[in-house]
């Protein structure tokens, strides 16, 4: 049976804690990026791909460090590099 | 199908109508949007391949073609655009140089742009974020909570994008949540027992920031359909509710500052009109406005469709066939114009000259 009220209250949905991000930048890439081509490199992790053209400078944020392999061929394919 | 889209000039000294030329073009018309701001200096039309921005007499701006398939657009009221096309939205600026991307391996829930800054709702791996990015140098405030049995997320921000109203349906028990932010920071979680279901489109913000209205409806054998008005400490009014069908999603107009509040739901010729104080957030019914025919449903739970100009004279609803300009003050319909498309929401912009 369900309770017709007026009644209200505050959730209590916790803000889960996320691990660190891990940041790699890529620079002067002159045209919008094969953001697919980038994601399918990725696995198991959480990703986002920041671009700004006026920088030419993209930024890949994933929630897990990358492995080696995944960190060879996103550097050699586009010059990712890992912020530290 | 495609709809030839003729944007008119209206004269409300006397309801003379003119076409704006040269543009008038065959569109796949996706959705005609406007910015969220106190004087809507710009309408966007968009559809799949294309958006053009005018401006408040009617002028070309920008006609902008893109390469992919453009989900949902959203204007600022600088003529900015922010479009969400499948995990990656882009930011434009008004001469359609492209300023951001964003590209995520999740999915996207809603985006929303106000002058300074934008919001992006989505899901990503275990978490369900909202993020903000300031549009002058980008940078980034977020919040994530954990991903599940969080559904039908909204966003509505105002007009410099300060604030954002983020609603969602949370799966048990069936809340329909509402939470303020302001640059990642939360300003309060709401959870209305039993209101269930926002749904993207379910939220429209005041351009300053201090109240938003929403709707959404009572699920299962307590069907109601209701609309609030939420103010930035979390006080809310329930403004109105019926029993739901399949009909009862509203055409909303409000003015700018949300002391009036009007809407007519499908299957209706009745505006309903309230008079709303936000200081004590109670409101006063008003003698309603009646259309010389039913209005045209929107569709569910959305409150995006209908308009009224910022000072509140005049409203924007419109039937299966027709558009109609009705004077709020003498609680009239001023102007008809017949339209060949249905199942999309119309705007105005007022024009000072």
């Known amino acids: 049976m369900i309770k017709m009220s007026e009644e209200e209250e505050i959730l209590k949905i916790e803000e889960m804690k996320r691990g660190p991000d891990y940041l790699y930048i890529a620079e002067n890439i002159n045209e919008d990026i094969e953001a697919d081509k980038i994601i399918e490199i990725i696995k198991d992790k959480s990703i986002t791909l920041e671009y700004i053209p006026q920088i030419k400078v993209i930024f890949l944020w994933t929630s897990k460090e990358l492995s080696e392999d995944e960190y060879k061929q996103l550097k050699e394919k586009y010059g990712f590099e890992k912020v530290e | ?353």
Request: hydrophobic share 35%; glycine share 8%; net charge negative.
């Open chain 2, 1 to 353: 199908m495609a709809f030839q889209i003729t944007p008119k000039l209206i004269n409300v000294y006397d309801w003379s109508e003119y076409d704006i030329k040269p543009w008038t073009q065959d569109v796949l018309l996706k959705e005609i949007t406007r910015p969220n701001a106190e004087l809507p200096r710009y309408l966007l039309l968009y559809k799949d391949n294309e958006f053009v921005v005018l401006d408040n007499l009617g002028q070309v701006v920008l006609k902008k073609q893109v390469s992919y398939t453009i989900g949902v657009a959203r204007i600022n009221n600088n003529g900015q655009v922010l479009v969400w096309s499948g995990n990656t939205i882009r930011l434009y600026d008004i001469n359609g140089e492209l300023l951001f991307s964003k590209t995520i391996n999740g999915e996207i829930d809603d985006v929303e742009i106000g002058n300074e800054y934008f919001w992006i709702a989505f899901h990503a791996g275990d978490y369900f974020y909202v993020t903000s990015y300031r549009i002058s140098d980008f940078t980034k405030w977020e919040h994530a909570m954990i991903n599940a049995d969080i559904y039908y997320v909204d966003l509505s921000c105002s007009e410099s994008g300060y604030y954002c109203l983020l609603a969602y349906h949370y799966e048990y028990p069936a809340y329909h949540i509402v939470v303020y932010y302001s640059f990642g920071a939360r300003l309060f979680s709401k959870g209305i027992y039993w209101r269930d279901r926002s749904y993207r489109g379910c939220s429209r913000m005041r351009p300053d920031g201090a109240l938003a209205l929403f709707g959404g409806y009572y699920p299962y054998e307590y069907a109601r359909s209701w609309l609030a008005v939420i103010r930035r400490d979390g006080v809310h009014t329930i403004i109105y509710e019926r029993w739901y069908s399949g009909d009862s999603r509203y055409q909303v107009g409000t003015n700018a500052s949300f002391t009036s509040i009007a809407f007519v739901h499908g299957a209706s010729n009745t505006i309903i009109r309230k008079e709303f104080d936000p200081n004590t957030m109670g409101y006063v019914d008003l003698d309603p406005i009646y259309l010389p025919e039913n209005a045209e449903a929107s569709p569910y739970y959305t409150i995006e469709w209908g308009d009224m100009t910022p000072d509140g004279y005049y409203m924007l609803v419109q039937s299966p066939s027709k558009i109609y300009i009705v004077d709020m003050v003498e609680g009239v319909v001023k102007k008809a114009i017949t339209k060949g498309i249905t199942g999309r929401p119309f705007k105005m912009i007022p024009s000072y000259v």
